[in-house]
């Protein structure tokens, strides 16, 4: 069975930083990229950033771009993404999810909080 664990959310103050972590167990199958994704209330989800598992290379999505960094730890099998400089509009849920052929996520973590105050 594949589980995505989470963890390091939280609430923050505004130009707090938190670093989100996120581990997969179960996964027998190669994993092609991993990514962050976050939802606000009444909005819909979204990219953050995300890694491609065989050579680093990352996206970040334009609106934390310079304040977030997406990375790997390919031994762990874990990936984390560091926020830094956290503003009220980064207050989310954020999900880690893997993708195993480059396309559609295939499986989701249950999500952490982050809540930034002003």
């Known amino acids: 069975q594949v589980q995505l664990i989470e963890s390091g959310g939280g609430l923050v103050q505004a130009g707090g930083s938190l670093r989100l972590s996120c581990a997969d167990s179960?996964?027998?199958?190669?994993?092609?990229?991993m990514g962050w994704f976050r939802q606000a209330p009444g909005k819909e989800r979204k990219i953050v950033a995300r890694?491609?598992?065989?050579?680093?290379?990352?996206y970040v999505g334009d609106s934390v771009k310079g304040r977030f960094t997406i990375s790997r730890d390919n031994a762990k099998n874990t990936v984390y993404l560091q926020m830094n400089s956290l503003t009220p509009e980064d207050t989310a849920v954020y999900s880690c999810?893997?993708?195993?052929?480059?396309?559609?996520?295939?499986?989701w973590g249950q999500g952490t909080q982050v809540t930034v105050s002003s």
């Open positions: 999810a893997v993708s195993l052929t480059g396309s559609q996520y295939a499986y």
């Open positions: 890694v491609k598992w065989s050579d680093g290379s990352t």
């Open positions: 179960g996964l027998t199958f190669s994993v092609y990229r």
